[in-house]
């Protein structure tokens, strides 16, 4: 009887303890708008763009407002654009948030990325590679981006990416509507 006991008590102790860990990890969950006046483009002046002009508008996969949902293990990511025709499109990607590959599939080829928190579980680093076909040749681009809560109502984005025209820094900052 004593040993059920002590079991029943041991498996207690760590279901809360395992709950405790995965609920303190930060939720990005809500929907997004971007702060324009608050982010920043940190990359070399050459490539450099004024913000609503070419890739410069999407600030390194930024810009716009979007909808993150997340739960346990999936963070889901869904954008909608304008693009340059005046077509309205809808991308969803998914990471999944326990340190192993996901792989989401788009026009300009597959992105391989992994999605790792924080030791103490406020920030989110996802680090993808996509490998695409420019002009006849294979060119590969990754980059890194940390997400991080710098209040309740505030999301910032801090994204590092290489490029054959070299290394493109920018931090999004979004508003929770």
């Known amino acids: 009887m004593k040993r059920s006991i ?3 008590m041991v498996t207690m102790i760590l279901t809360t303890v395992c ?3 995965q609920g303190s990890k930060t939720n990005f969950s ?3 708008a971007f702060d324009t006046e608050k982010s920043q483009a940190v990359q070399p002046a050459a490539q450099m763009q004024p913000q609503g002009q070419g890739q410069g508008q999407r600030g390194g996969g930024f810009a716009g407002d979007f909808v993150a949902k997340q739960d346990a293990n ?3 990511v869904e954008r909608t654009r304008t693009n340059r ?6 991308t969803s990607t998914k990471y999944t948030l326990d340190g192993k590959e996901s792989v989401n599939t788009t026009a300009r080829g597959d ?4 999605a790792t928190w924080s030791s103490d579980g406020k920030t989110l680093t996802i ?3 996509r490998t695409m076909d420019m002009n006849g040749e294979s060119v590969t681009m990754n980059s890194t981006e940390v997400w991080s809560l710098t209040d309740s109502k505030t999301l910032s984005i801090t994204s590092t990416m290489t490029t054959p025209n070299g290394e493109r820094k ?4 979004y508003n929770k509507k």
């Open 19 to 21: 709950t405790f860990a």
């Open 85 to 90: 025709d005046g077509e309205v499109t809808t």
């Open 127 to 129: 680090k993808t590679s």
């Open 74 to 76: 999936l963070l889901t």
């Open 111 to 114: 992105s391989k990325s992994v």
């Open 170 to 173: 920018s931090t999004a900052v």
């Open 6 to 8: 002590v079991a029943l």
């Open 30 to 32: 809500g929907s997004w």
